[in-house]
């Protein structure tokens, strides 16, 4: 699926406008995501951060704040309306999802959902961005159509 360019600017301004939304005291690495909602020629931005804690196991990454987010708000929690997910730390490099993030992606972005939606990842500034699919980032994967 083809993004425009207006549609990557939601994207990358959602991403940017996210990461004061970080709470990141200790390894001050801020990261957010944003989830572009389309209905009925309307848009919707889903924006999350990532939230630490002082046990590092119970930090919550960008990506799952912002789909448990639109999961949970009317409106957005229809995944096949979904056309874009971005994400964006303050890198001079693009940064990609990690692993668990990639796989709770995936739970949304399946095969049976809502294939094909681009994942786009920018650097800090939003300047550049690499756009990739779910297959690219979580090849032969075990999603909900897996069951």
Same mark, same amino acid.
């Given at each position: 699926?083809?993004?425009?360019?207006?549609?990557?600017?939601?994207?990358?301004?959602?991403?940017?406008?996210?990461? #004061? &939304?970080?709470?990141?005291?200790?390894?001050?690495?801020?990261? @957010?995501? *944003?989830? $572009?909602?389309?209905?009925?020629? =309307?848009?919707?931005?889903?924006?999350?951060?990532?939230?630490?804690?002082?046990?590092?196991?119970?930090?919550?990454?960008?990506?799952?704040?912002?789909?448990?987010?639109?999961?949970?708000?009317?409106?957005?929690?229809?995944?096949?309306?979904?056309? #874009? &997910?971005?994400?964006?730390?303050?890198?001079?490099?693009?940064? @990609?999802? *990690?692993? $668990?993030?990639?796989?709770?992606? =995936?739970?949304?972005?399946?095969?049976?959902?809502?294939?094909?939606?681009?994942?786009?990842?920018?650097?800090?500034?939003?300047?550049?961005?690499?756009?990739?699919?779910?297959?690219?980032?979580?090849?032969?994967?075990?999603?909900?159509?897996?069951?």
């Amino acid at each position: 699926m083809g993004l425009s360019s207006e549609e990557v600017a939601l994207v990358r301004d959602g991403c940017l406008g996210g990461k #004061a &939304l970080s709470y990141s005291p200790y390894s001050k690495f801020r990261v @957010s995501c *944003c989830i $572009l909602v389309s209905e009925g020629g =309307r848009y919707t931005s889903v924006v999350g951060a990532n939230v630490e804690n002082a046990s590092y196991g119970g930090t919550i990454c960008a990506e799952r704040v912002t789909i448990t987010k639109a999961m949970t708000t009317a409106g957005t929690r229809d995944p096949t309306k979904w056309i #874009a &997910l971005g994400i964006m730390g303050d890198t001079d490099e693009c940064i @990609s999802p *990690c692993g $668990l993030c990639r796989q709770v992606i =995936r739970e949304f972005i399946s095969p049976k959902m809502s294939p094909d939606i681009p994942i786009l990842m920018f650097n800090g500034d939003g300047t550049n961005h690499i756009q990739s699919t779910m297959e690219e980032l979580l090849p032969n994967s075990f999603g909900p159509e897996c069951l």
